[in-house]
């Protein structure tokens, strides 16, 4: 192989590269896209003995009930929609009526420092695929 | 050597560089782009394009004819022959691995929704693309390293069971073949017969062992859906 054709393949190589380089960015930032909802806010308010509450609203999709999952101490606990009555955000105008609130109940733990975190539910993809995203920032309570 | 050489790899590097990109070519395809692309699977087709355009121009530019790789029928039978015994010991190794894990041989269960003469076929064209890349690309770059040797051949089954990650029955499967099929092609390579072995290896495989263990020949990603 001569060095002409050596160095030709060498810039072949280097563009296979590049190209898949760009290529993978390019999905890299779709997929972010796609499985992020931008305009998603909330806040997770309170975790004690009894309950987890905060809210959750689409801003691009006001009128519609965020699903939420609460995880304790990295444990599934529960599933529901985001519809309890929240008149502060309507009056703060976050959402357009009063129903973006979440209330759980906290199951039995035992005593010590545990750690509650909300996500909103994301589907994607015709419905196939669903990512989580964090509601505001996780929550660390004690029991004692 | 002139300055232009100097700066330019060696033979045995560039032998390496160009395995190493199909392969990731290949990993790209089956463990980012089958999951982040959705309903796009077409994007799956990108990667393995670009490794097609990248195996063609390095025969073009190492003077590679068709009958180098591969593609040459006067070896058949000599590469078949090489072929017999191995297949026929891993068939008997696979149809008593599958007796002692409780499956029942089905040589009608690859793919039942299809003719098995139609299956065998496809099987076949599939067969020879894999190992169009495994040892008309792949193994001969490892022997542009090695050399005709033990390292290249290992070499040549390593990089076939790593595209198989992360199914690890097909892994060994594949490592086992990987190596037979290297050895053969290195001394009589025709795609052909190493095509005709992989189909009907596959058959039997498929045939022989429980279902759960090769998980419907599932890799990459797909291999957790």
């Given at each position: 192989m001569d060095t002409k054709s050596r160095a030709r393949l060498i810039h072949l190589l280097i563009s296979k590269s590049t190209a898949e380089a760009l290529l993978i960015a390019a999905v890299a930032v779709s997929f972010y896209f796609a499985t992020t909802n931008l305009n998603l806010r909330g806040v997770l308010d309170k975790a004690d003995r009894q309950i987890v509450s905060g809210w959750a609203v689409d801003e691009g999709n006001p009128g519609a009930r965020v699903e939420v999952q609460l995880y304790i101490d990295d444990r599934f606990v529960a599933d529901a929609p985001a519809d309890k009555y929240r008149p502060d955000l309507s009056e703060?105008?976050?959402?357009?009526?009063?129903?973006?609130?979440?209330?759980?109940?906290?199951?039995?733990?035992?005593?010590?420092?545990?750690?509650?975190?909300?996500?909103?539910?994301?589907?994607?993809?015709?419905?196939?695929?669903r990512t989580l995203q964090l509601i505001g920032k996780p929550y660390r309570f004690r029991l004692e | 050597m002139d300055s232009e050489n100097q700066i330019l790899p060696g033979h045995g590097a560039l032998a390496a560089w160009e395995i190493a990109s199909v392969t990731s070519s290949v990993l790209i395809a089956e463990w980012i782009l089958s999951a982040a692309a959705g309903a796009g699977k077409a994007v799956v087709a990108i990667p393995i394009s670009l490794a097609f355009i990248l195996m063609i121009g390095s025969h073009s530019l190492r003077g590679e004819s068709l009958r180098d790789l591969g593609f040459r029928f006067d070896n058949v039978f000599h590469a078949l022959k090489l072929l017999l015994l191995p297949m026929l010991i891993i068939a008997i190794a696979s149809l008593l691995v599958g007796l002692a894990l409780g499956a029942k041989p089905n040589f009608l269960r690859w793919h039942p929704e299809r003719?098995?003469?139609?299956?065998?076929?496809?099987?076949?064209?599939?067969?020879?693309?894999?190992?169009?890349?495994?040892?008309?690309?792949?193994?001969?770059?490892?022997?542009?390293?090695?050399?005709p040797a033990r390292m290249s051949i290992f070499l040549t089954g390593v990089t076939f069971s790593l595209l198989h990650l992360p199914n690890p029955s097909l892994m060994v499967v594949t490592l086992i073949g990987g190596v037979i099929w290297a050895a053969v092609y290195q001394r009589a390579p025709n795609l052909f017969a190493l095509a005709i072995s992989h189909s009907v290896m596959t058959w039997v495989l498929v045939s022989t062992l429980p279902v759960s263990a090769l998980n419907h020949l599932r890799i990459g990603f797909k291999y957790f859906s």
């Open positions: 703060a105008k976050r959402a357009q009526d009063d129903w973006h609130g979440f209330h759980f109940q906290t199951p039995q733990l035992s005593p010590g420092d545990h750690e509650a975190r909300v996500y909103a539910v994301h589907a994607s993809g015709g419905g196939a695929r | 003719w098995l003469v139609a299956q065998i076929g496809l099987g076949f064209a599939w067969g020879f693309v894999q190992q169009y890349v495994l040892q008309s690309f792949v193994n001969r770059r490892a022997q542009v390293i090695w050399g």
